[in-house]
């Protein structure tokens, strides 16, 4: 699920899966489709 942050005065859209911040909803939510399908490689 994508969460909305605040950070030095912008909203950032995280990724709850791996914690990716994005400046831009659309592309959390892009993202967080893919990192739901698979476990980032990083995060084993
Ligand atoms: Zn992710």
Not at 26 to 38: G, L, S, V
Request: aromatic fraction near 10%; proline fraction near 5%; charged fraction near 40%.
């Amino acid at each position: 699920m994508v969460t909305t942050t605040m950070r030095e005065e912008m909203t950032w859209y995280e990724c709850e899966t791996c914690g990716l911040l994005f400046d831009v909803e659309e592309d959390a939510r892009e993202h967080e489709r893919n990192c739901d399908e698979e476990d980032p490689p990083y995060i084993q």
